[in-house]
């Protein structure tokens, strides 16, 4: 026997519509307000982040690292061993960079991740960035923020739906933190955790992401990341220049990609009791390379992206760091080690951009007319475009660190080949060759 239709009086569903509509619209408004305090908890967190690392930076290395120094072997072998054991049986979900595994709160876990795991993440990945390991913050403080987001979510008991939501827009709060850069934070969340464009969160993902630049700038000042020199684009034939450099980039970021690939599962497929000293081998392998010269590959490495700009390095000097980057990010990421890959990209990109506007401004002096630091600042997006696989967000950051727009040209031109060409001979992404190798896909 069929249930009767319910008739509803055509008031009734008039009412019913506007108190549905209403406590809709208050919901969303209420979801915006949390955002603010996302951006504005998340940007404090970030605040204690970078202080932390510069911290134990300066205890552990020293103020100025410098080559032939004992302390640049001791400190990272020491601290990979301590780190080694805080993963293993304190924190087992700090391992790597966080972007996957926010990904995997997103689309598998309904947002939920411990707040054990932003703990975990500040405390070891500001001691591995400390002592050198050839890692960055930026992909910790992503992970930190959507922790911190879940957690007040969960707090304030929200609906699944509603606590799904927050992750990305405390990943954007704590991302736009670390790079000092809403813009590149926002399309970065959208491009590769999202993984879509949503109205619906738009909104609350870039009011996360000011709100917690504006608290940076108070504490720690409004400076960029790099000193930048006057930019511009002279000759349209240069664009052949920027052209090489894109794809060199691509290659580069295909090699980075394949050998964290190939590396990472036959390490983990190792006896667990080696896991306790892998990060302290690729320490030792850092250390070794800053000991005999290279002091500059260890850590996230800003100072030296921004001294790349200024023309304080020969070319084949930064052509060596560029290699010498790789392998030791390599090193410090398959082996569990926790730290991002942000930095290390961009650090990569831009000696790879230098080393090859300064070659060919000393082989081709009449085709290159740009200074040293508009390849620098390109490299940082071709291998932001073919190593995180981001192209909008390669764009945009570039032009928010410099804020000039009169490269935008090269920067499209070069990152749209490192694009293509990474994604022609590494079709998976470096975040999605992660996911399936931890088994979340």
Same mark, same amino acid.
């Given at each position: 026997?069929?249930?009767?239709?319910?008739?509803?009086?055509?008031?009734?569903?008039?009412?019913?519509?506007?108190?549905?509509?209403?406590?809709?619209?208050?919901?969303?408004?209420?979801?915006?307000?949390?955002?603010?305090?996302?951006?504005?908890?998340?940007?404090?967190?970030?605040?204690?982040?970078?202080?932390?690392?510069?911290?134990?930076?300066?205890?552990?290395?020293?103020?100025?690292?410098?080559?032939?120094?004992?302390?640049?072997?001791?400190?990272?072998?020491?601290?990979?061993?301590?780190?080694?054991?805080?993963?293993?049986?304190?924190?087992?979900?700090?391992?790597?960079?966080?972007?996957?595994?926010?990904?995997?709160?997103?689309?598998?876990?309904?947002?939920?991740?411990?707040?054990?795991?932003?703990?975990?993440?500040?405390?070891?990945?500001?001691?591995?960035?400390?002592?050198?390991?050839?890692?960055?913050?930026?992909?910790?403080?992503?992970?930190? @923020?959507?922790?911190? +987001?879940?957690?007040?979510? #969960?707090?304030?008991?929200?609906? %699944?739906? &509603? *606590? /799904?939501? =927050?992750?990305?827009?405390?990943?954007?709060?704590?991302?736009?933190?670390?790079?000092?850069?809403?813009?590149?934070?926002?399309?970065?969340?959208?491009?590769?955790?999202?993984?879509?464009?949503?109205?619906?969160?738009?909104?609350?993902?870039?009011?996360?992401?000011?709100?917690?630049?504006?608290?940076?700038?108070?504490?720690?000042?409004?400076?960029?990341?790099?000193?930048?020199?006057?930019?511009?684009?002279?000759?349209?034939?240069?664009?052949?220049?920027?052209?090489?450099?894109?794809?060199? @980039?691509?290659?580069? +970021?295909?090699?980075?990609? #394949?050998?964290?690939?190939?590396? %990472?599962? &036959? *390490? /983990?497929? =190792?006896?667990?009791?080696?896991?306790?000293?892998?990060?302290?081998?690729?320490?030792?392998?850092?250390?070794?390379?800053?000991?005999?010269?290279?002091?500059?590959?260890?850590?996230?490495?800003?100072?030296?992206?921004?001294?790349?700009?200024?023309?304080?390095?020969?070319?084949?000097?930064?052509?060596?760091?560029?290699?010498?980057?790789?392998?030791?990010?390599?090193?410090?990421?398959?082996?569990?080690?926790?730290?991002?890959?942000?930095?290390?990209?961009?650090?990569?990109?831009?000696?790879? @951009?230098?080393?090859?506007?300064?070659?060919?401004?000393?082989?081709?002096?009449?085709?290159?007319?740009?200074?040293?630091?508009?390849?620098?600042?390109?490299?940082?997006?071709?291998?932001?475009?073919?190593?995180?696989?981001?192209?909008?967000?390669?764009?945009?950051?570039?032009?928010?660190?410099?804020?000039?727009?009169?490269?935008?040209?090269?920067?499209?031109?070069?990152?749209?080949?490192?694009?293509?060409?990474?994604?022609?001979?590494?079709?998976?992404?470096?975040?999605?060759?992660?996911?399936?190798?931890?088994?979340?896909?």
């Amino acid at each position: 026997m069929s249930t009767p239709p319910i008739y509803v009086e055509p008031e009734e569903q008039e009412r019913r519509f506007s108190w549905f509509s209403f406590n809709s619209t208050r919901e969303e408004r209420i979801f915006l307000v949390l955002a603010v305090f996302i951006g504005i908890f998340s940007g404090l967190a970030v605040v204690c982040f970078r202080l932390a690392i510069d911290w134990s930076r300066i205890a552990l290395l020293g103020p100025l690292p410098e080559a032939h120094s004992l302390r640049l072997i001791i400190a990272p072998v020491v601290v990979g061993l301590v780190v080694a054991i805080l993963v293993i049986h304190i924190f087992p979900l700090v391992r790597g960079s966080g972007v996957n595994q926010t990904k995997a709160a997103l689309y598998i876990y309904n947002g939920y991740i411990p707040l054990k795991t932003a703990i975990g993440k500040f405390i070891t990945a500001a001691l591995s960035i400390g002592a050198g390991h050839s890692l960055g913050p930026e992909d910790p403080s992503l992970q930190i @923020g959507a922790t911190l +987001a879940s957690a007040l979510g #969960r707090r304030l008991h929200l609906s %699944r739906e &509603r *606590l /799904r939501l =927050l992750a990305p827009v405390g990943a954007a709060a704590g991302l736009a933190a670390a790079f000092n850069a809403p813009i590149s934070a926002v399309l970065f969340v959208i491009e590769e955790v999202i993984g879509r464009w949503s109205a619906g969160i738009l909104g609350s993902v870039v009011l996360s992401a000011i709100s917690s630049v504006v608290v940076v700038r108070w504490f720690l000042g409004s400076e960029p990341l790099f000193r930048i020199p006057s930019l511009a684009l002279n000759r349209p034939a240069e664009l052949v220049a920027y052209g090489l450099l894109g794809i060199v @980039g691509g290659l580069a +970021a295909v090699m980075f990609s #394949r050998s964290i690939g190939f590396l %990472r599962p &036959r *390490l /983990r497929a =190792l006896p667990r009791w080696t896991q306790y000293f892998q990060p302290a081998c690729a320490g030792l392998l850092i250390g070794l390379m800053g000991y005999f010269g290279a002091p500059q590959i260890m850590g996230a490495g800003y100072e030296y992206m921004d001294q790349a700009m200024h023309d304080q390095f020969t070319w084949q000097m930064l052509a060596a760091l560029a290699v010498l980057k790789i392998i030791a990010t390599t090193a410090s990421f398959v082996t569990g080690t926790p730290g991002g890959m942000f930095a290390p990209a961009l650090f990569t990109g831009a000696m790879i @951009g230098g080393a090859i506007g300064g070659a060919e401004r000393h082989f081709y002096p009449h085709l290159v007319t740009g200074s040293t630091a508009t390849y620098a600042l390109v490299g940082m997006g071709v291998l932001f475009a073919g190593f995180l696989r981001a192209p909008m967000t390669s764009v945009f950051m570039v032009l928010e660190v410099s804020g000039n727009y009169s490269i935008i040209v090269p920067v499209i031109v070069a990152n749209t080949l490192a694009y293509f060409i990474s994604r022609a001979l590494q079709p998976l992404p470096i975040f999605d060759l992660l996911t399936r190798q931890d088994g979340l896909v």
